[in-house]
């Protein structure tokens, strides 16, 4: 069973840096893809930005330009920088990782962009 945990949520303010990890419990080459996701008060889930097996990377249109996934230092991390952060981003963030047709999900960090 692959577990995944999110760390780095904060209260920021408009403007501001956040960097956001996720941990697997295991190499995520093991991995097709992996993902963060966010879902605000009353609106669904949505995708933020995706990471495949090639490092090819894919990003929601509304933080193109601001928000970066990458590969932590580790074998098993994905991170989320993301830079000039609104009051819009504040959301709880999941991590996401698939396997085939599985996935699987973090139990998500709270993002709150306020002055």
């Known amino acids: 069973q692959v577990r995944l945990v999110e760390f780095g949520g904060d209260l920021v303010q408009p403007g501001g840096s956040l960097r956001l990890s996720c941990a697997a419990s295991?190499?995520?080459?093991?991995?097709?893809?992996m993902g963060w996701y966010r879902q605000a008060p009353g609106k669904q889930r949505e995708l933020v930005a995706t990471?495949?097996?090639?490092?090819?990377?894919n990003y929601a249109d509304s933080v193109k330009g601001r928000f970066t996934i990458s590969r932590g230092g580790a074998k098993d991390t994905v991170d989320l920088q993301m830079n000039a952060l609104k009051p819009e981003d504040t959301a709880i963030y999941y991590c996401?990782?698939?396997?085939?047709?599985?996935?699987?999900w973090g139990p998500g960090t709270q993002v709150t962009v306020s002055s």
């Open positions: 295991e190499s995520i080459f093991n991995f097709n893809a």
């Open positions: 990471i495949n097996v090639g490092g090819v990377t």
């Open positions: 996401k990782a698939r396997i085939l047709r599985n996935d699987f």
